[in-house]
């Protein structure tokens, strides 16, 4: 046997290993068929194409993260009340408004005080806050009455969360904690609850962020997706299938979810074979870059009736201080003022900063047929239930990109 031949068995027996041993750990087997039968229609926009980049950071925001004490925790959150007016305060997107952060904040974290530093920010124009939790071996029982305690909490005692326009109904976003909806995890851990879009979706979830997962175990096989899914009491994972948005009339009863960007990319190999995931995450070791852009818009995260829009959902966990030295530094200020440049230098790219209920809005307007503008939709169906401020931001909105 040749020594070429030899080499060339050996590679092939390494990277076959390789790919077994990064197939199991990503338990690509959750979603590589539908990634493989839809890769033809993931495409970037066309360089004449209109593009309107909705972006969203959703953040698992917990300030206990680690199991630390109080002081830390509140550290933490005074670490973003004084750095992002700061950093953000006179940067603006297409439509005028600084960058916008959604922070997802954990049930079973509460402490008020917390809570009034993220409103604060809120009141400033800088975000708003949506529900986070984390349980295990939960009853629906329980979870219906924790989720509408702390609704009416968030909204009552710190003017946080949503109102259904009309109706004047309350209602929040969701994340899941440790991306386990619907008691979606292989081992049953960090849920329990087997019915729990029909709990989120009954006491006023308006929709669901949680995904995508990968590489954890909890991802689900549709990928890239706004769409609609319904609770089952007796099937786990019950969002691993549904209805895209604006291909047909939404079911009754179902929730609606919001994914973000899922896709390989080639350009980063590991080993220099294998491309690693991009799956929307902002974090010290995945930094926000312009170059990341081309893939979430790849990703193609749309709703039919607005393909000039594009839905670019991020997540993060915010809180550490790791990550605070990305999503408060100058990575994040850097990629803003790349933004900027590119909707500058290009006169058909726009973006625009949107919290989660906006973004909800937003695709509640294209399902609706809405053709104005991004800005004019903002408050499609959901009306921000906190009042105006007299606390001013310490630092001037004044345009410098």
């Known amino acids: 046997m040749s020594i070429l031949a030899i080499t060339i068995g050996v590679f092939t027996v390494v990277a076959l290993g390789i790919g077994w041993r990064l197939w199991r750990q990503r338990r690509l087997d959750r979603w ?25 950071v959703a953040d698992h925001f917990e300030p206990r993260h680690g199991g630390v004490g109080d002081d830390v925790a509140h550290a933490r959150l005074d670490s973003w009340l004084r750095q992002y007016p700061k950093q953000f305060g006179d940067l603006r997107d297409s439509d005028g408004r600084p960058p916008q952060h959604t922070f997802f904040f954990p049930l079973e974290e509460y402490e008020p005080d917390q809570l009034e530093i993220l409103s604060r920010l809120c009141r400033w124009g800088f975000g708003e806050v949506e529900v986070h939790l984390h349980h295990d071996q939960d009853t629906a029982a329980n979870l219906h009455r924790q989720l509408e305690t702390f609704k009416e909490l968030l909204a009552e005692r710190h003017d946080l969360l949503s109102r259904q326009r009309g109706t004047g109904a309350l209602a929040y976003g969701f994340i899941h904690g440790n991306w386990a909806l619907d008691n979606s995890r292989p081992d049953g851990r960090w849920c329990g609850v087997t019915n729990e879009l029909e709990v989120l979706r009954a006491t006023g979830c308006y929709a669901d962020f949680t995904m995508p997962s990968a590489p954890g175990p909890a991802q689900t096989r549709k990928i890239n997706s706004i769409y609609y899914a319904c609770g089952s009491p007796g099937r786990c994972m019950a969002h691993d299938t549904g209805t895209d948005v604006g291909r047909g009339p939404a079911p009754d009863n179902a929730l609606l979810l919001i994914q973000g960007p899922l896709v390989f990319d080639w350009q980063r190999r590991k080993y220099g074979i294998v491309p690693r995931i991009e799956n929307g995450c902002l974090q010290l070791t995945q930094p926000p870059d312009i170059d990341r852009l081309a893939h979430w818009l790849r990703a193609r995260v749309q709703v039919p009736n607005r393909p000039d829009w594009f839905f670019v959902k991020l997540h993060t966990h915010g809180a550490k201080e790791s990550n605070q030295e990305v999503l408060l530094g100058p990575a994040m200020v850097n990629f803003h003022r790349q933004l900027a440049a590119l909707a500058s230098a290009n006169q058909r790219f726009h973006y625009h900063y949107v919290t989660a209920r906006e973004m909800y809005n937003l695709v509640r307007a294209a399902e609706a047929g809405w053709q104005g503008s991004v800005a004019a939709a903002r408050d499609f169906d959901l009306l921000f239930n906190g009042r105006p401020t007299t606390d001013a931001a310490p630092v001037p909105a004044v345009a410098r990109c």
């Open 32 to 56: 590589m068929l539908t990634y493989l039968i839809e890769t033809p229609k993931r495409q970037p926009p066309a360089p004449e194409a209109e593009v309107h980049l909705l972006l969203c």
